[in-house]
């Protein structure tokens, strides 16, 4: 591997959380550039997550760890470990009905591959020790971004329990920092940035399903209760235990916060009646009045460079709505691109990123399309004749045609496909279904 | 007129202009609260450009007040003063083409009413002085928004020249403070606030006609010379001066400002020969070497209030790009609405101001929608026979009718239909002509 010399130059890579729940693609953008390398600091709002102990509770969505993020994860060697030690294999949806019937839908019938289930504090705890493995990389916790000026690549930190802020320099700022990225919110005021956050009418709660009480929830499934309105969801966790998210209209959420535990457990006995026996009405009970609901929102904008001095990456630059599962697949794929495009440029960054930015930017917004699509998908559409029948349509010519019909799900889940050319692909099957569906109609 | 007893306390209102050039909605916003016998501190981040002069030199678009911005005016009994003594009238468009003939597109062709140009340093100093006039308006200038604090209605400020840090608390927050508005960008970390910055492809440079070699511009037009890719517009000062600006992709304008004078004078030569003689090949060449090109954006968000505490309007709440002569009449217009519906709602602010967000926003969406289709008309649709041809038939349907068929330029300059409104109308509009026109191909 060709190093330039100028890599001998410390190189700075900041992620700072405010108000964000989650870390992994910073952790992961810290190994590449450690691999490569740079001399990297990297920088947390939090504490050290594997000493203060589960960071998330409450406000995690589990991680569903599909291609483009295991792809990313080998390139530094811990696909295999992610994947079969802290991975459930989930190969199919579980829809439940609200007359306690159940029907599978699978992910991949053609070839059966699964997407799986990774609880987050695993994957932040292997990813920062393999971070901190490399001597050139360095974890400063608690630390919390105040400003970045971008033209002296200086970066201004309020640390913990100290008056004085820190500056620190840097020659290249990577902001992996989250949906409330403070990177981005300093690239805001430059010229040329555009820049769209859009929040939807639902947010989440997350509640769960203790280990002992789950003997017939099916293990290898995503199980799914679409109520049209509003929807809930279950992940599997490796000690059997399920993370569950509630997913509502902001409204709902509010009116029923404000109800009895009455009100609450008469809602759950109609719309999730198998649910709420295996949560358990008291644990709801206790739950649901402790938790706080989380918004959703989805995040887009360019460039994502700001010449070569800062990059922003995962959700900092593509937040999006979680119903799709590629959140972090697509951070992870960043992590990979922004690796590639690099070495490809001979590390002239500035040129790599803005050919960074110029080419993941329309993948980047399909994909928060898609996973905004999906939201309706997801719990509503899930339960029609007609999206059941155009997957079987699907299905049937993907086995028919592996190579020429891949499926939208198939090719954003189990391939690397950009996701731009996935949503072209998808017009092109639909003017193909609609041609023909015409012809049928006119013979 | 009744007044509620909580009028008595005081009400601060925050006017800070953080990389903007103008402030004229502040200043009218706080001559409407000053009268409603609110005690208002507008505070602004510049010297008052009474004392200090020009402020806007080679960053001003010149401002065309219409029925909009004049109503508003006319509520605190500035219009006749501000249209009769400061205001230039415009009747029409003058659309030069560069083998230099012109051509007329009247404004209204059917009661002649004009749009106005004004200087904003005028309408800056108007208003200003009417603001202070109140014993119970107070102007600071000079104060630089730090942050605000919404929960309590707390403001921090940096004055000029001193290193401490200043607070001020505030009962009710109005951010007038233009498209880069630093009380927006505290509302952006709130959660459900959508958001959205769009930069477009041209910028824009001030250059100027000096009042002597003019004698040959029509005195009471606004001058256009598009030219597909680009244009050039020009509006007349009292003095018979004409602020001319021209509005060019970025890339072009850093060419030809990498360029020589010979080449900026060439370029001036094939596109704009009639300019170029009446700026004067030396001012040109001073006044494109020395100027800025500045960025042009469009702002778009909601809600538009923090519950009682907050509320922002004009710039701060819609920025548009300027080519349908509309940025400071909707911020006019949302001071004239804001009284309304606070003096509707008996001064219960926080459903005043969630009632104002609802209303408004759709419209100033609609305002902004319709500018940046401007965009695309003023540089290159004026000069397609398609276009005038609709024109012509909206004139003619306009005469017969003229309540039924109000054509769009006519709704959105010379009355103060809904924005939104305006829209629908021209939609349905397009749909009578388009089945009138099928039924004419049909017979």
């Given at each position: 591997m060709y190093?330039?010399?100028?890599?001998?130059?410390?190189?700075?890579?900041?992620?700072?959380?405010?108000?964000?729940?989650?870390?992994q693609v910073g952790a992961l953008s810290a190994c590449y550039f450690g691999q490569r390398g740079y001399h990297v600091h990297l920088y947390e709002y939090r504490k050290d997550p594997r000493v203060s102990g589960n960071i998330s509770k409450g406000r995690s969505i589990n991680l569903a760890l599909s291609n483009r993020g295991r792809k990313a994860l080998a390139k530094i060697g811990l696909e295999e470990c992610m994947v079969a030690n802290h991975g459930v294999p989930m190969a199919a949806r579980m829809i439940h009905s609200t007359d306690g019937t159940k029907r599978i839908i699978p992910y991949d019938p053609h070839s059966n591959q699964c997407i799986y289930s990774v609880g987050r504090n695993y994957l932040n705890g292997i990813?920062?020790?393999?971070?901190?493995?490399?001597?050139?990389?360095?974890?400063?916790?608690?630390?919390?971004?105040?400003?970045?000026?971008?033209?002296?690549g200086k970066l201004t930190f309020k640390c913990a329990d100290k008056e004085a802020l820190k500056d620190v320099h840097a020659d290249l700022i990577v902001g992996a920092d989250g949906a409330f990225s403070a990177v981005r919110n300093c690239m805001l005021k430059l010229p040329m940035f555009n820049y769209n956050q859009t929040y939807i009418e639902h947010s989440y709660m997350e509640l769960s399903i203790p280990p002992g009480a789950n003997n017939d929830m099916e293990k290898n499934f995503l199980?799914?209760?679409?109520?049209?309105?509003f929807m809930m969801i279950a992940l599997p966790n490796a000690d059997r235990s399920w993370t569950v998210t509630l997913f509502m209209n902001r409204?709902?959420?509010?009116?029923?916060?404000?109800?009895?535990?009455?009100?609450?457990?008469?809602?759950?006995?109609?719309?999730?009646?198998?649910?709420?026996?295996?949560?358990g009405r008291d644990r709801l009970i206790a739950d649901f009045f402790s938790n706080q609901c989380s918004p959703l929102v989805s995040v887009k904008c360019n460039p994502y460079n700001v010449g070569s001095?800062?990059?922003?990456?995962?959700?900092?630059?593509?937040?999006?709505?979680?119903?799709?599962?590629?959140?972090?697949?697509?951070?992870f794929e960043d992590c990979y691109l922004l690796d590639d495009v690099l070495h490809n440029y001979g590390y002239s960054i500035g040129k790599a990123l803005e050919q960074f930015s110029k080419m993941r930017n329309p993948d980047a917004e399909a994909i928060c399309e898609l996973a905004?699509?999906?939201?309706?998908?997801?719990?509503?559409?899930?339960?029609?004749?007609?999206?059941?029948?155009?997957?079987?349509?699907?299905?049937?010519?993907?086995r028919l045609m592996p190579k020429v019909w891949i499926p939208l799900y198939t090719s954003v889940t189990f391939s690397d496909m950009r996701y731009s050319k996935c949503i072209e692909n998808r017009s092109w099957q639909d003017s193909v279904r609609t041609n023909n569906l015409s012809i049928c109609c006119t013979i």
């Amino acid at each position: 591997m060709y190093l330039d010399s100028r890599l001998k130059l410390p190189k700075y890579f900041v992620y700072d959380l405010y108000d964000d729940f989650s870390f992994q693609v910073g952790a992961l953008s810290a190994c590449y550039f450690g691999q490569r390398g740079y001399h990297v600091h990297l920088y947390e709002y939090r504490k050290d997550p594997r000493v203060s102990g589960n960071i998330s509770k409450g406000r995690s969505i589990n991680l569903a760890l599909s291609n483009r993020g295991r792809k990313a994860l080998a390139k530094i060697g811990l696909e295999e470990c992610m994947v079969a030690n802290h991975g459930v294999p989930m190969a199919a949806r579980m829809i439940h009905s609200t007359d306690g019937t159940k029907r599978i839908i699978p992910y991949d019938p053609h070839s059966n591959q699964c997407i799986y289930s990774v609880g987050r504090n695993y994957l932040n705890g292997i990813l920062l020790s393999a971070a901190e493995k490399r001597p050139n990389v360095h974890l400063n916790f608690e630390h919390k971004l105040v400003r970045a000026d971008f033209d002296r690549g200086k970066l201004t930190f309020k640390c913990a329990d100290k008056e004085a802020l820190k500056d620190v320099h840097a020659d290249l700022i990577v902001g992996a920092d989250g949906a409330f990225s403070a990177v981005r919110n300093c690239m805001l005021k430059l010229p040329m940035f555009n820049y769209n956050q859009t929040y939807i009418e639902h947010s989440y709660m997350e509640l769960s399903i203790p280990p002992g009480a789950n003997n017939d929830m099916e293990k290898n499934f995503l199980h799914i209760w679409p109520r049209g309105g509003f929807m809930m969801i279950a992940l599997p966790n490796a000690d059997r235990s399920w993370t569950v998210t509630l997913f509502m209209n902001r409204d709902q959420f509010a009116r029923l916060g404000r109800s009895s535990p009455e009100v609450l457990v008469k809602f759950f006995q109609t719309n999730f009646p198998d649910a709420l026996r295996l949560i358990g009405r008291d644990r709801l009970i206790a739950d649901f009045f402790s938790n706080q609901c989380s918004p959703l929102v989805s995040v887009k904008c360019n460039p994502y460079n700001v010449g070569s001095r800062a990059v922003i990456i995962g959700d900092a630059a593509h937040a999006m709505v979680p119903f799709y599962g590629q959140g972090m697949n697509a951070g992870f794929e960043d992590c990979y691109l922004l690796d590639d495009v690099l070495h490809n440029y001979g590390y002239s960054i500035g040129k790599a990123l803005e050919q960074f930015s110029k080419m993941r930017n329309p993948d980047a917004e399909a994909i928060c399309e898609l996973a905004m699509y999906n939201y309706i998908e997801m719990r509503d559409l899930v339960n029609r004749r007609s999206f059941l029948w155009r997957k079987r349509l699907d299905d049937l010519l993907f086995r028919l045609m592996p190579k020429v019909w891949i499926p939208l799900y198939t090719s954003v889940t189990f391939s690397d496909m950009r996701y731009s050319k996935c949503i072209e692909n998808r017009s092109w099957q639909d003017s193909v279904r609609t041609n023909n569906l015409s012809i049928c109609c006119t013979i």
